[in-house]
């Protein structure tokens, strides 16, 4: 099982005058018997961290500030 993917999510933000936020999150699921290979993803970028999913056995590597995914994700790909 191997997915990786970009995200936007919308919030509402009252101190903004759209009323709404935006943020961009890249990520990457594995195995937790791969949690080695996902945590070197972060020595590997440079940023990002590692979660491990409570409902199921997998882990997740994140990376959610856009400077990091402008910089480092993106060119990768």
């Known amino acids: 099982m191997l997915y990786d993917c970009f995200k936007l999510y919308v919030r509402k933000s009252p101190s903004l005058k759209v009323g709404f936020r935006v943020y961009l999150a890249f990520y990457i699921t594995q195995h937790t ?6 945590k070197s993803f972060i020595d590997f970028f440079g940023c990002g961290y590692y979660q491990t999913r409570s409902s199921m056995n997998a882990g ?12 480092k994700i993106i060119p990768f790909f």
């Open 33 to 38: 018997r791969d949690e080695e290979l996902m």
């Open 60 to 71: 997740d590597f994140y990376c959610v500030k856009f400077s990091d995914i402008q910089a």
